[in-house]
């Protein structure tokens, strides 16, 4: 079985088991009324997938939540280390330094 790609995607692949258990969903009856692949749907719901904002749109309103509650309290700090060693916000010019 795969591992989860980030801390991230672990939590939201157990935000959607929870609800989708609770609505006595299975994997197929979310993926179908999502209009997803199942074995899609079924790696976001173990927490291995990586899905788009429109997929967890259409996911959210399947499971009767605000795309807003699957995201709640992800952070940057949850996800796997990017390629690129600095933030964009490390590049932004201090505000109060004319001569940057």
Request: charged share 25%; aromatic share 4%; proline share 6%.
């Given at each position: 079985?795969?591992?989860?790609?980030?801390?991230?995607?672990?939590?939201?692949?157990?935000?959607?088991?929870?609800?989708?258990?609770?609505?006595?969903?299975?994997?197929?009856?979310?993926?179908?009324?999502a209009?997803?692949?199942?074995?899609?749907?079924?790696r976001?719901?173990?927490?291995?997938?990586?899905?788009?904002?429109?997929?967890?749109?259409?996911?959210?309103?399947?499971?009767?939540?605000?795309?807003?509650?699957?995201?709640?309290?992800?952070?940057?700090?949850?996800?796997?280390?990017?390629?690129?060693?600095?933030?964009?916000?490390?590049?932004?010019?201090?505000?109060?330094?004319?001569?940057?």
């Amino acid at each position: 079985m795969l591992a989860p790609k980030s801390e991230a995607s672990r939590l939201l692949g157990l935000r959607l088991r929870e609800r989708r258990l609770a609505l006595a969903l299975n994997q197929e009856d979310v993926a179908l009324r999502a209009g997803l692949n199942v074995s899609n749907y079924a790696r976001i719901d173990r927490g291995c997938g990586n899905p788009t904002m429109y997929t967890l749109i259409r996911v959210a309103a399947v499971l009767q939540l605000e795309f807003s509650e699957l995201v709640a309290g992800l952070a940057v700090e949850q996800l796997p280390p990017t390629r690129d060693a600095y933030l964009a916000i490390e590049f932004r010019r201090p505000q109060d330094d004319p001569a940057a």
